[in-house]
């Protein structure tokens, strides 16, 4: 009897395992092919991409299902996710809410943020996220034309892309993630009623709003006093 019943154990992990594996992210309507040929960013200094373009293994969580193993890698200038299904097929993800990734262990989301006076939709990575508060990295590629030299001087500056990031706060006092501010006391403003507590918590845990590890401290006992 014991020997049946590692048998059916056995075999029941074996199917399981096959399923696992065999499960595998399918282009929708509103997913696009992209054209692989494209040679646009050719004479650019670096890439649009994050990672130098290489797609990496990640995972794509779409209606409550985790779909591992896929090759995924971010446009940080178009602001779009793109799968690899494979060599010559790769598709721009649909921008729904109800499709997130995760790339290089952090997750990837769709967020409503405000920039420049408008609210916009775009790709931000989750810092941390919660149902209420949140603190996201908006990671970007800016690009610069090419500038040529004024005088004998200076050297001709090629086209090229330039990294740029911008922390994201979104509370319930907002529809959308706001720009986090960039000194500590302004930071500490934009948590309306709990700036007293925020403050002295950030006195007693010596904390540095300028680093990234201590934002995401703040954000959690926030959360917890909420």
Request: charged residues 40%; aromatic residues 10%; negative net charge.
């Given at each position: 009897m014991m020997k049946k019943v590692s048998l059916l154990l056995l075999l029941s992990l074996f199917v399981f395992s096959v399923n696992a594996q065999s499960e595998q992210w399918s282009a929708g309507t509103s997913s696009t092919l992209l054209n692989l040929?494209?040679?646009?960013?050719?004479?650019?200094?670096?890439?649009?991409?994050?990672?130098?373009?290489?797609?990496?293994?990640?995972?794509?969580?779409?209606?409550?299902?985790?779909?591992?193993?896929?090759?995924?890698?971010?446009?940080?200038?178009?602001?779009?996710?793109?799968?690899?299904?494979?060599?010559?097929?790769?598709?721009?993800?649909?921008?729904?809410e109800d499709i997130q990734f995760v790339l290089q262990y952090q997750l990837l989301k769709q967020v409503k943020y405000s920039k420049d006076d408008s609210v916009r939709n775009g790709y931000m990575f989750c810092l941390s996220c919660g149902d209420e508060v949140s603190l996201f990295k908006k990671i970007s590629k800016v690009y610069l034309p090419a500038e040529q030299a004024q005088t004998g001087y200076h050297k001709d500056k090629p086209a090229r892309f330039k990294d740029q990031e911008q922390l994201y706060l979104k509370i319930p006092e907002y529809d959308y993630a706001i720009p986090l501010e960039?000194?500590?006391?302004?930071?500490?403003?934009?948590?309306?009623?709990?700036?007293?507590?925020l403050k002295a918590y950030v006195k007693s845990e010596k904390l540095k709003l300028r680093k990234e590890e201590d934002l995401i401290q703040l954000i959690d006992y926030y959360k917890m006093i909420k």
């Open positions: 040929k494209e040679k646009k960013w050719d004479d650019v200094d670096g890439t649009p991409y994050l990672n130098n373009g290489e797609f990496v293994k990640g995972e794509i969580i779409q209606n409550g299902k985790h779909i591992k193993n896929q090759d995924l890698r971010y446009n940080a200038y178009q602001d779009r996710m793109e799968i690899m299904v494979s060599k010559d097929e790769v598709y721009e993800a649909s921008k729904d960039s000194s500590q006391k302004k930071i500490l403003s934009q948590f309306e009623g709990a700036e007293d507590k």
